[in-house]
């Protein structure tokens, strides 16, 4: 057996190998600006948070009509938006802190979601709802992936110096009349858009991997935002790839094989990226006379 | 150019109706250039919060005229910002330039070669291309500086520009500062050095939450003044009554 059969073969033989890669690609595309900029305003882990607040919406949307496409997809965004702007309200309006909120509402999402899944469900199908089958992907949520992506792409190109503005330096948006509250609305919605979109193929719990991992190690390689980028999509592709390929020659759940993936390149990163890794720190050459 | 004024009438800005800026009342001419000095929790910082429409006021009025507020070119404490933000220099100045960019237009050659004339302004000149981590705290003040040339705003306010940086560099930010009043610019500046207002600045407003003295800055920063601002307690007092003090 070849490496090109080894790497090849999967993709070549099944259908359902090269439909899970398509999107996964689109969501490694879409996941990337959206990774850097969760990063870069210290809200990975509100990435988290919302994913889970994900849950409960898809749950009812099941509940209702079973593995619908679009009754899960519906409940999920609108869930996501209701916990991320009630728990960003309470935080303004109480002395309550965001993480602190956020996280209140999302344990509390998380039961509510499990519990749900669990009054019509078997534990096959909480399994689904949370870790995602990338490897049934039907049409409907390929082409609901890549409309994602395609809005995502969009909107980042309209709202893109707005949103660097509003992280860099919010007082300056707020004082020349800049809309930085639309603007982080507006990215709220994008995140919320790209967990239900990823939800299907890699699962609620899943989905924050393949946005967070790349775009966390993105900073190792890349100083420009726009390069972080670039960087977050390339290693997301390539964890992508490598995790479907592993999981089909060792037969391991896919998903999770291509979150470790995903973390084995962040581990490398951290070693050995050329920007600040430790590597990079102990390796220091003599410094320069000026 | 007409240059903007703003004219405080018996203005009160507060926290938790604890008062910062007391009662104050008073007009910053058009092309004046006024110092507001005072100790620690005096409310300096307040007030131009107050004027740029960050915080509203309790009582009284703030009236900017000559220009809309989005307009005012304003320099805030540096602490807020985050350094290690992944922003080239020249991109931080090149903000300066969002009144003609807007936030989706294209950002020209010539407006490029205008943000980096500012830099080479402050002394920033090879700087362009590297990330704002990468800046002392005073070459990040000049950066913020240039982004405030770009601005060329006809009201501009700083607070504490000089705060944390060299002599040298307060030095040559203040001269720059200095050409602006010449160009006919309202200026308001929160300074610390006092011995600077009295070389460099003609007026000076001295608060101490209730304001002490306003006007000509050699009238202003007597012996007298300055021991009387300095009498503030720090303290807001928690059993403090409401203020009953007819307005003005």
């Given at each position: 057996m070849t490496l090109l059969d080894i790497v090849a073969g999967p993709f070549i033989e099944f259908g359902f190998m090269r439909r899970a890669l398509i999107g996964c690609v689109a969501l490694s595309l879409s996941g990337a600006p959206i990774g850097v900029f969760l990063v870069l305003r210290r809200m990975s882990l509100m990435g988290d948070v919302m994913a889970h607040a994900i849950l409960p919406g898809a749950a009812v949307g099941f509940l209702l009509s079973g593995f619908s496409l679009f009754a899960m997809t519906f409940g999920g965004v609108v869930a996501g938006l209701t916990v991320a702007l009630a728990a960003g309200a309470i935080s303004r309006a109480t002395p309550l802190k965001e993480d602190a909120s956020f996280a209140s509402f999302y344990l509390v999402s998380l039961g509510l979601g499990v519990l749900i899944v669990s009054l019509k469900g078997s534990n096959i199908d909480l399994l689904h709802v949370l870790f995602g089958n990338v490897l049934a992907l039907d049409d409907a949520s390929l082409i609901l992936i890549a409309s994602i992506a395609t809005v995502t792409f969009l909107a980042f190109a309209v709202i893109y110096r707005l949103l660097v503005a509003e992280c860099f330096d919010p007082g300056f948006l707020r004082?020349?009349?800049?809309?930085?509250?639309?603007?982080?609305?507006?990215?709220?919605?994008?995140?919320v858009l790209n967990l239900v979109g990823g939800f299907n193929a890699l699962?609620?719990?899943?989905?924050v991997g393949l946005i967070v991992l790349p775009?966390?190690?993105?900073?190792?390689w890349s100083e420009g935002i726009g390069l972080q980028i670039v960087a977050a999509a390339i290693i997301g592709i390539v964890s992508s790839v490598v995790g479907l390929i592993v999981s089909y020659h060792l037969g391991l759940p896919t998903s999770p094989a291509i979150i470790l993936a995903a973390g084995a390149i962040h581990a490398v990163s951290i070693l050995a990226g050329p920007n600040g890794s430790i590597l990079r720190q102990a390796l220091r050459a003599q410094h320069l006379r000026g | 150019m007409a240059a903007p004024s703003i004219l405080c009438r018996d203005l009160t800005l507060s926290y938790r109706r604890h008062p910062a800026v007391h009662h104050l009342s008073g007009?910053?001419?058009?092309?004046?250039?006024?110092?507001?000095?005072?100790?620690?929790?005096?409310?300096?910082?307040?007030?131009?919060?107050?004027i740029v429409g960050l915080i509203r006021p309790d009582s009284g009025t703030i009236e900017v005229d000559g220009i809309r507020r989005t307009e005012i070119g304003y320099l805030p404490q540096q602490a807020a910002l985050d350094r290690g933000f992944p922003m080239r220099v020249l991109d931080l100045a090149a903000m300066g330039l969002w009144r003609q960019s807007g936030a989706f237009g294209r950002i020209s050659g010539a407006m490029l070669a205008r943000a980096e004339a500012a830099l080479d302004a402050v002394g920033l000149s090879g700087f362009e291309n590297r990330t704002v981590g990468s800046l002392s705290g005073g070459q990040f003040q000049r950066a913020l500086f240039a982004r405030l040339l770009l601005q060329d705003s006809r009201l501009i306010l700083l607070d504490e520009p000089f705060a944390a940086i060299d002599a040298r560099t307060a030095e040559a930010?203040?001269?720059?500062?200095?050409?602006w009043h010449r160009e006919g610019r309202t200026i308001i500046a929160v300074l610390h050095d006092m011995e600077a207002v009295r070389r460099s600045i003609p007026e000076t407003l001295l608060i101490a939450r209730d304001p002490i003295a306003w006007g000509p800055t050699?009238?202003?920063?007597?012996?007298?003044?300055?021991?009387?601002?300095r009498r503030l307690t720090e303290a807001f007092d928690d059993d403090a009554e409401a203020c009953e003090r007819p307005a003005a």
């Open positions: 004082t020349i009349g800049g809309a930085g509250g639309a603007v982080h609305f507006v990215f709220l919605v994008l995140v699962g609620t719990l899943m989905v775009a966390a190690s993105s900073r190792f | 007009r910053f001419a058009p092309g004046s250039f006024t110092a507001v000095v005072g100790p620690n929790g005096a409310g300096k910082s307040t007030l131009l919060k107050g930010l203040l001269a720059l500062v200095g050409r050699a009238d202003v920063l007597t012996e007298a003044n300055i021991d009387r601002s």
